[in-house]
């Protein structure tokens, strides 16, 4: 069993910045791909970023592309989101998302991801 807690989150002004954590805990992640997904009040959970097992291959939504990154430290058992510039829109609750698929690519899709945290609020006014 898998547990995934976020941390990081919270009220920030336009333009600033943030940087999500998420650990893991019940065993080692060093093989698993991971993912980053937010959810606005009204809105369908959407994919934000995820990072493959090794670091070394990372995919973004178009609306954060160069804005935010994904990052991991296997030794930690945790995995980074650092988001700049951030915009009101990207206010949500983030959630962090272990893979069931394995391999060198990181996949998009909700039904790829078997194990969620509970997620954190990130809060952007303008």
């Known amino acids: 069993q898998v547990q995934l807690v976020e941390s990081g989150g919270g009220l920030v002004q336009a333009g600033g910045s943030l940087r999500l954590s998420c650990a893991a805990s019940?065993?080692?992640?060093?093989?698993?791909?991971m993912a980053w997904f937010r959810q606005a009040p009204g809105k369908e959970r959407e994919f934000v970023a995820c990072i493959n097992w090794l670091g070394a291959t990372t995919s973004y939504a178009e609306s954060v592309k160069g804005r935010f990154t994904a990052s991991r430290d296997n030794a930690k058992n945790t995995v980074y989101l650092q988001m700049n510039s951030l915009k009101p829109e990207d206010t949500a609750i983030y959630y962090c998302a272990k893979s069931h698929v394995y391999g060198d690519t990181c996949w998009r899709a909700i039904g790829d991801y078997d194990y969620w945290g509970q997620g954190t609020q990130v809060t952007v006014s303008s």
């Open positions: 019940g065993r080692t992640l060093n093989i698993d791909n």
